[in-house]
Every structure is written in structure tokens, then in C-alpha cells.
T-cell receptor, first 115, second 113 residues
Framework: EADIYQTPRYLVIGTGKKITLECSQT?????MYWYQQDPGMELHLIHY???????EKGDLSSESTVSRIRTEHFPLTLESARPSHTSQYLC??????????????FGEGSRLTVL | GESVGLHLPTLSVQEGDNSIINCAYS??????FIWYKQESGKGPQFIID?????DKRQGQRVTVLLNKTVKHLSLQIAATQPGDSAVYFC????????????FGSGTRLQVQP
């Protein structure tokens, strides 16, 4: 059982609101990721981090931002939500020596709906 | 550009039969190929990986085959059970650079009782 937690699980908000999706892991993993996934579709990398104070953008152009002040915490923020941001957001982490093999531990996701 | 895609969007099998899920990839520079299982309402779960210098790897009830000549990856599940019903994703991990997975579109496996 993976020890990685995402909150909220479900969120419905209006356009223009600022939101933060929380992600925490208790495994001491250095590398963390945010993926965006539409229902039944592939995952798209939007942000990743190698460790504290390290953040990088992924493949998918995203208006979100992330921070990594503590190893266990990797929140994702949308300053002004729009309907196009409606999606599922998945957080994941991995040990550095598992980065090569691609073994990621995923949270259960935050499903965001912007009206 | 890089792409990882799956041949079949939905696969329906009888309980007890073997399942084969296929995946095509285009990036020859990938170091590892990985299969993930995603159950409804959950995040993906790692199943098995295979390094690019291998052709076959076996796990518990699962076997992954890698054919580099045709850039094809498959996941075989023996004696499929109802608990195997999920969406399966293949992913590839590049040999260099950021080491972030590229996922393909999923195949939904439906196990009929």
C-alpha cells in the first residue's frame, strides 16, 4: 500500500477561483510528479521535482505552478481556474534508485471540475 | 516525437483465460518499459518493468515481452481473474535526461465471469 495522499479527492469550483491540490508522501521519496489525466486517457506529465527546492515543467503546457519546500509535500496551485482545467490530477513519487526502472507510487487523484 | 500507443481500447476475456495486452512505442532510446494497472477511482499501480536489453520478464501471473525490432511491448496475464479488470497502461522511461515516464493510452480489460 502506497503512502501517498492527495486532497481533495473531488472539487467543484467556479471559474476564476484559486485552488491548491495537496500531495503528501511519507516514504521519504526524493522525486515527485504531477500528471494530468482525462477519464480513460493517458497520463500527461505537468510538473516534477528531484527534491527540495527543485521543480521542473513537464510535457503538457500547464498554467499551474508547484513548490517543493519539504521533501514530503508537493502542492499544485492554479491561480485562476478555467473550465479547460477540468480533469483528474495524479500525484506520484519514486525513490531515486527506482527512477531508472520507472516504479512510481501514485496517489488516488484529485478530480477537479471547473464550472 | 515520442509516442506510446496501445492497439486495442477494450479487451474482454473469460475468467480463467489468458489475456494479452499490446503496446507499440516509437522511442528507441527508452531504457525501461513499464506496465501499470489502474482500477476505477484509483491511481495507477506498478505491475512490472522490463529493461531494453531483455526480451522477456516474468512476474506473478504476468509476463512482459519486448520486441525491439518492431517496437512492440505486450503484457500477458495468466488465468485472468475478476480482480484483473482495470485499465492497463504501458509507459517508457528514457535512457537519458529527466527520467520521467511517457504513458500510452490505456486498454480496458473486462473479465467476464
Amino acid at each position: 500500500e502506497a503512502d501517498i495522499y492527495q486532497t481533495p479527492r473531488y472539487l467543484v469550483i467556479g471559474t476564476g477561483k484559486k485552488i491548491t491540490l495537496e500531495c503528501s508522501q511519507t516514504m521519504g521519496h526524493d522525486k515527485m510528479y504531477w500528471y494530468q489525466q482525462d477519464p480513460g486517457m493517458e497520463l500527461h506529465l505537468i510538473h516534477y521535482s528531484y527534491g527540495v527546492n527543485s521543480t521542473e515543467k513537464g510535457d503538457l503546457s500547464s498554467e499551474s505552478t508547484v513548490s517543493r519546500i519539504r521533501t514530503e509535500h508537493f502542492p499544485l496551485t492554479l491561480e485562476s481556474a478555467r473550465p479547460s482545467h477540468t480533469s483528474q490530477y495524479l500525484c506520484a513519487s519514486s525513490e531515486l534508485d527506482r527512477v531508472v526502472t520507472g516504479e512510481l507510487f501514485f496517489g488516488e487523484g484529485s478530480r477537479l471540475t471547473v464550472l | 516525437g515520442e509516442s506510446v500507443g496501445l492497439h486495442l481500447p477494450t479487451l474482454s476475456v473469460q475468467e480463467g483465460d489468458n489475456s494479452i495486452i499490446n503496446c507499440a512505442y516509437s522511442n528507441s532510446a527508452s531504457d525501461y518499459f513499464i506496465w501499470y494497472k489502474q482500477e476505477s477511482g484509483k491511481g495507477p499501480q506498478f505491475i512490472i518493468d522490463i529493461r531494453s536489453n531483455m526480451d522477456k520478464r516474468q512476474g506473478q501471473r504476468v509476463t512482459v515481452l519486448l520486441n525491439k525490432t518492431v517496437k512492440h511491448l505486450s503484457l500477458q496475464i495468466a488465468a485472468t481473474q475478476p480482480g484483473d479488470s482495470a485499465v492497463y497502461f504501458c509507459a517508457e522511461n528514457p535512457r537519458t535526461g529527466r527520467r520521467a515516464l511517457t504513458f500510452g493510452s490505456g486498454t480496458r480489460l473486462q473479465v467476464q465471469p
